[in-house]
C-alpha cells in the first residue's frame, strides 16, 4: 500500500511521484532521502524556510498551506531499491477518484517515470495531460536545485 495522499480540500495542482524511496517508507512520509532537493525546491518556491528533514508536521502544511495536493502513482509495485527503472507488476493508486475530489487544474509529474505511469494508469481517466518535470532524485545531479528551480517554479508559480 502506498502512502495516503496530502492535499487542502481546494488544492488545484496535483504533484504526483512514482513510488516513495526506502528512506520514504524509513520516514512514512514523501521524499524522506536527505539529498531529495523536493521539500528544499518546494520550500524556495513558497517563499519558505525549507522543513526540517524529520518535521513530517511542516511539510505537510507546506504542501496543505499552499493549496497543493501530493501523492505518488501507484498503490503498489514490485521495485528494486530506489530504482524507478526496475517497478514491476504496477497497481495505480486512485487518481482520478482523487481528481474528482479536488478542484484539480494541473498536474505535474516529478520525473520521466511518474509521468510514464500517469499516462499509462490515470490519465486517460481524469482527461487532465500531465506536466513532466525534471525529477528532484538525488540520481538527477545534472539537475542543480537552482536549475530545477526555473521548470517547476513555471509550473507552480501560478498555483502558489
Known sequence: MSLAPVYAPG????????????????????????????????????????????DIPAKRALIEGHGLALWDILASCTITGASDASIRDAVPNDIPALCQKLPIERVVCNGAAAARLYEKYAQPATGLAALRLPSTSPANAAWSLDRLATPWGEALGPYL
Do not use: D, T, V
Request: contains cysteine; hydrophobic residues 40%.
Open 11 to 54: 488544492a488545484r495542482l496535483l504533484i504526483l511521484g512514482s513510488w516513495p524511496s526506502p528512506k520514504s517508507w524509513e520516514m512514512g512520509f514523501y521524499y524522506g532521502h536527505p539529498q531529495n532537493r523536493f521539500w528544499p525546491l518546494l520550500a524556495r518556491l513558497c517563499g519558505c524556510a525549507p522543513p526540517a528533514r524529520l
